[in-house]
């Protein structure tokens, strides 16, 4: 983990040396909106130092980013009313993430808006069992 990654857009913008809109900040994070919204509202949450991903740092460094979008949550609620939310965190180019410094997106949804369905129609093929893939998990984390 560095403190600031050379060639990151977020680092640039937490240290002023980018423009951005910033709608909340504390200590260990700061949210704006991004250039191009998938909704109204939709607002990024990323931490002060950068991290690449949700896996990058240890859960007491990624859980004070999580705090600051449950706030943003609640204000973006307050304010536009929305039926929904969804709170998503991309990690790696094969869950489509495209800039590598760890953000929460913080999109408000209707019923009725562009944006569809986020959760896949059909079950991934082959999969192991539930079973199967909880003691895989368990075992990491009796481990670690």
């Known amino acids: 983990m560095t403190v600031a990654a050379t060639d990151c857009v977020f680092c640039d913008i937490v240290s002023g040396r980018a423009p951005a809109i910033v709608i909340y900040e504390d200590e260990h994070a700061i949210a704006f909106p ?37 706030v943003v949550g609640s204000a973006i609620r307050r304010a536009l009313r929305p039926e929904g939310m969804n ?3 991309s990690a790696g180019a094969a869950a489509t993430q495209s800039v590598f410094h760890l953000h929460l ?3 408000p949804r209707w019923a009725d808006d ?14 192991p069992s539930r079973e199967q893939v909880a003691a895989l998990i368990r075992a990491e984390l009796a481990g670690s």
Do not use: C, K, Q, Y
């Open 34 to 70: 991004p250039i191009r919204p998938a909704a109204v509202g939709h607002t990024l949450v990323v931490p002060r130092h950068h991290l690449r991903d949700f896996w990058d740092g240890p859960p007491t460094e990624v859980a004070p980013v999580a705090a600051a979008a449950a």
């Open 87 to 89: 709170l998503i965190s």
């Open 105 to 107: 997106h913080v999109i």
């Open 114 to 127: 562009h944006m569809g369905p986020i959760w896949p129609t059909t079950p991934p093929r082959e999969a």
